[in-house]
C-alpha cells in the first residue's frame, strides 16, 4: 500500500524558514517524480514544485524560486521541501504527491499525503 | 487567476448528470494529459480520472471524462449526495514548465 507521510509543519516567525519532510512507502520511490502542492484557507490547489525520480530535474512555480528548494533522499524514500524568507502568504496546508512516472509532466497525484499545516504568523 | 479556467460552482439534484470543464490551451491541454481531482472539505486531494480518461481502481464508473482540443470535461452521473466536494482539473504546461491547476468547482448536490 502507498503512503506518503508529511511531517515538519508548525508555526514560524515572518522571515523564518521551515523543512517539510515526506516519507514514501508502498512503491519504488525512485521509480517516480514526486511534487509538492500547497493549499492557501479557502483557496485552490497550488502546485509548488517537482522533482525527478533520479532527482535531476527539478522544476518551480514562478512564485516559489530562489526561496523555495525541492530535494528528494531516494535512499531513504524521503522528499524534502525547504522554505525560506516565509511570510503569512505562505500560511497554507502543504501536500506531498507521488506522480505517475519518473518524469513529472504526466501529472500528479495518483497518491496524497495526508497534508501538513504551515502557519506564518508573528 | 488560474491558467486552466473552470466554473466555479456547478450543481444538480440527486441522479443527475453534471458536468464540469475545464479550459487551458495549446500548452498545456491541448498538449499534455489532464487528470481531475475530487477534494472533500478538510481532506486530501484524490485522483478521480489520471490520462485524460481513465479511472483508478476503486472510482466509480459515473465519473467520466473527456478531453476536445483545448478543452477538457468532467462527467458525473447518477449523483450522489456524497459527490459534493471540490473538483480540480490540472496538467502539464510546456511554456511554463510546470503543472497547473484549475481553480477548481463546488459542486452541490440539491
Known amino acids: 500500500e502507498v503512503q506518503l507521510l508529511e511531517s515538519g509543519g508548525g508555526f514560524v516567525q515572518p522571515g523564518g524558514s521551515l523543512r517539510l519532510s515526506c516519507a514514501a512507502s508502498?512503491?519504488?520511490?525512485?521509480?517516480?517524480?514526486m511534487t509538492w502542492v500547497r493549499q492557501t484557507p479557502g483557496k485552490g490547489l497550488e502546485w509548488v514544485a517537482a522533482?525527478?525520480?533520479?532527482?535531476?530535474?527539478?522544476y518551480y512555480a514562478d512564485n516559489f524560486k530562489g526561496r523555495f528548494t525541492i530535494s528528494r533522499d531516494n535512499s531513504k524514500s524521503t522528499l524534502f521541501l525547504e522554505m525560506n524568507s516565509l511570510t503569512a502568504d505562505d500560511t497554507a496546508v502543504y501536500y506531498c504527491a507521488k506522480d505517475y512516472s519518473s518524469m513529472p509532466v504526466a501529472g500528479t497525484g495518483d497518491h496524497w499525503g495526508q497534508g501538513v499545516l504551515v502557519t506564518v504568523s508573528s | 487567476q488560474s491558467v486552466l479556467t473552470q466554473p466555479p460552482s456547478a450543481s444538480g439534484t440527486p441522479g443527475q448528470r453534471v458536468t464540469i470543464s475545464c479550459s487551458g490551451s495549446s500548452s498545456n491541454i491541448g498538449s499534455k494529459t489532464v487528470n481531475w481531482y475530487q477534494q472533500v472539505p478538510r481532506t486530501a486531494p484524490k485522483v478521480l480520472i489520471y490520462s485524460d480518461k481513465h479511472r483508478p481502481s476503486g472510482v466509480p464508473d459515473r465519473f467520466s471524462a473527456s478531453k476536445s482540443g483545448t478543452s477538457a470535461s468532467l462527467a458525473i452521473s447518477g449523483l450522489q449526495p456524497d459527490d459534493e466536494a471540490d473538483y480540480y482539473c490540472a496538467a502539464w504546461d510546456d511554456t511554463l514548465n510546470g503543472l497547473v491547476f484549475g481553480g477548481g468547482t463546488t459542486l452541490t448536490v440539491l
Open positions: 508502498g512503491f519504488s520511490f525512485s521509480t517516480y517524480a
Open positions: 522533482l525527478s525520480g533520479s532527482g535531476g530535474s527539478i
